[in-house]
């Protein structure tokens, strides 16, 4: 249990959204529309004035309901327990101050472990307070106790939800750092494995034929240098978190490959223009794998698709990739996280990767990678 509490203490604060000034100026204005109609309509509301101006006085607490929920909740809840010990102690409220629902749902799913522990403590005073004072019954505080349990409960499950989610995507993203290590192995290995067969013939050429062997060591020097670039290239790609055998990983070139009719689905279309030549080994392959993502799903969900286009273009500074079809959608194709994995191996060569329904029909993948990896 000491273990439990420590931890719970100790939890961070998730990652914060990004601010929606328009959506929380929504919300304030529809909340202020809804107390002002009850105020003008609730015939048997007592000390209409004061209910009033308490009621709207505590909206601006929504506005920091996720970056300070600790502190919302300490001005709310001991503002509503306070006030009416400065009346004639009839507790004068608005059914739309159920809108304070909100600040414990954002303790616990914004706020640190520390802070829905103090926050938990803050409202437990409050209404304990508010049931000895005579302010509300033992079924109204059991009532106020099992709705605000559900807040802390939906809180909660978004929170862990969101955790998990986070998680999942990171294993996306290892996943896409483990394939370019091995894209990065079977790349070396290639150009070793040229610069043994050349050293060999070096060797076995050097008393007969020496300007062989000189020819030979130019090729492994030319070969070095290449594994050695792209070596440097793949490992700088590797260490940003923003990231068996001897053959080549397949690259642009081999997408030829893929054109034609495959069984009974749709003709695939590859078309290649630019300069294609020369590109570094990683973003070869990954325009390779995206485009191979790409037609995969395509043909899996693409329903009465008959065509599917492939489309490779090169310029001075990036590789261009848009694969799309004439067929439907069909389920939904971002469920997975096949499209996160496209995603994270743009992102982990300085590109990007969208998807997304095409401009008359059909889905949509493209896709730009610099042609040289992120330094």
């Not at 929504?62 to 009346?87: D, E, Q, Y």
């Not at 590859?270 to 037609?295: C, F, H, M, N």
Request: hydrophobic fraction near 45%.
């Amino acid at each position: 249990m000491r273990h439990l509490i420590r931890s719970l203490w100790h939890d961070p604060r998730p990652e914060l959204p990004a601010p929606r000034p328009r959506r929380d100026a929504a919300l304030l204005g529809v909340l202020l529309a809804a107390i002002a109609l009850e105020a003008a309509l609730r015939a048997t509301l007592p000390q209409r004035l004061p209910a009033l101006l308490l009621t709207v006085g505590l909206l601006p607490v929504l506005l920091w309901r996720r970056s300070h929920p600790l502190l919302m909740i300490a001005v709310a809840f001991t503002v509503t327990t306070v006030a009416p010990l400065l009346g004639d102690g009839t507790k004068a409220e608005l059914v739309t101050t159920v809108y304070l629902l909100l600040l414990p749902y954002c303790l616990f799913r914004w706020g640190s472990g520390r802070d829905g522990v103090l926050g938990t403590a803050v409202i437990v005073a409050s209404v304990t307070i508010s049931y000895a004072l005579g302010e509300m019954s033992l079924g109204d505080t059991i009532g106020c106790a099992a709705v605000l349990l559900a807040a802390f409960a939906l809180g909660t499950a978004l929170r862990f939800r969101a955790r998990a989610r986070q998680r999942e995507l990171e294993q996306v993203g290892l996943r896409q750092r483990e394939q370019l290590a091995r894209d990065l192995h079977d790349t070396v290995a290639h150009h070793v494995s040229a610069m043994a067969i050349r050293a060999q013939a070096g060797l076995a050429m050097a008393d007969t034929r020496p300007q062989a062997a000189v020819e030979a060591l130019h090729v492994i020097e030319a070969e070095a240098t290449k594994a050695l670039a792209e070596l440097r290239s793949m490992v700088r790609v590797l260490r940003h978190d923003d990231p068996a055998g001897f053959s080549p990983q397949p690259q642009i070139r081999d997408l030829a490959r893929l054109a034609g009719r495959n069984g009974s689905g749709p003709v695939v279309d590859v078309r290649l223009s630019g300069e294609l030549t020369g590109l570094p080994s990683a973003v070869d392959t990954a325009v390779y794998r995206l485009a191979q993502e790409s037609l995969t799903n395509a043909l899996r969900h693409a329903r009465h698709a008959t065509q599917v286009t492939v489309r490779v273009a090169a310029d001075d500074s990036a590789v261009h990739l848009s694969v799309s079809d004439d067929g439907r959608p069909q389920g939904q194709p971002g469920a997975g996280y096949g499209l996160v994995g496209m995603y994270e191996r743009a992102r982990l060569l300085g590109g990007v990767c969208a998807a997304g329904p095409g401009p008359d029909q059909g889905w949509l993948v493209t896709a730009r990678l610099p042609r040289n990896a992120p330094a």
